[in-house]
C-alpha cells in the first residue's frame, strides 16, 4: 500500500512563501506521476500542480502558473511545492496524490493514493 504524508502548511501572511513536502513510501515502480491538488472551505477540490517522476515534466493550474514551483527528489521519495506571493483565496488543505503513471493531469479519479492533507491559510 502507498502511503503519502505531506507536511510544511501553516498559518502566513498574504505576501508570504511556504513549502510543502510530501513523502511517499517505497514503489513498486517508477513510471509514476505526483499532484497536489487543495481544497477551499466550500468548495470543491482542485488541482493546483502536478510533475513526472520519470520525465521531470510539470504542469500548472493558472491559479498557480507563477507563483507555485513543484519538484522532486526521486532520492528522498519527496515532491515539493514550494509557494510564493501567497493570497488569502490559496488558503485551502492542500494534498498529494500518486498514480501509476507518466501522464499528469487533474482529474481526482486518477489517483487511488492520497495524503491526509496540510492545512495553508493565509490571512494578515
Known amino acids: 500500500q502507498v502511503q503519502l504524508v505531506e507536511s510544511g502548511g501553516g498559518l502566513v501572511q498574504p505576501g508570504d512563501s511556504l513549502r510543502l513536502s510530501c513523502v511517499y513510501s517505497?514503489?513498486?515502480?517508477?513510471?509514476?506521476?505526483i499532484a497536489w491538488f487543495r481544497q477551499a472551505p466550500g468548495k470543491e477540490r482542485e488541482g493546483v500542480s502536478c510533475?513526472?517522476?520519470?520525465?521531470?515534466?510539470?504542469y500548472y493550474a493558472n491559479s498557480a502558473k507563477g507563483r507555485f514551483t513543484i519538484s522532486r527528489d526521486n532520492a528522498k521519495n519527496t515532491a515539493y511545492l514550494q509557494l510564493n506571493s501567497l493570497k488569502p483565496e490559496d488558503t485551502a488543505i492542500y494534498y498529494c496524490?500518486?498514480?501509476?503513471?507518466?501522464?499528469?493531469?487533474?482529474?481526482?479519479?486518477?489517483?487511488?493514493?492520497w495524503g491526509q492533507g496540510t492545512q495553508v491559510t493565509v490571512s494578515s
Open positions: 496524490a500518486l498514480r501509476y503513471r507518466s501522464v499528469c493531469d487533474f482529474q481526482e479519479r486518477n489517483y487511488p493514493y
Open positions: 510533475i513526472s517522476r520519470s520525465t521531470g515534466t510539470t
Open positions: 517505497e514503489l513498486t515502480f517508477n513510471n509514476y506521476n
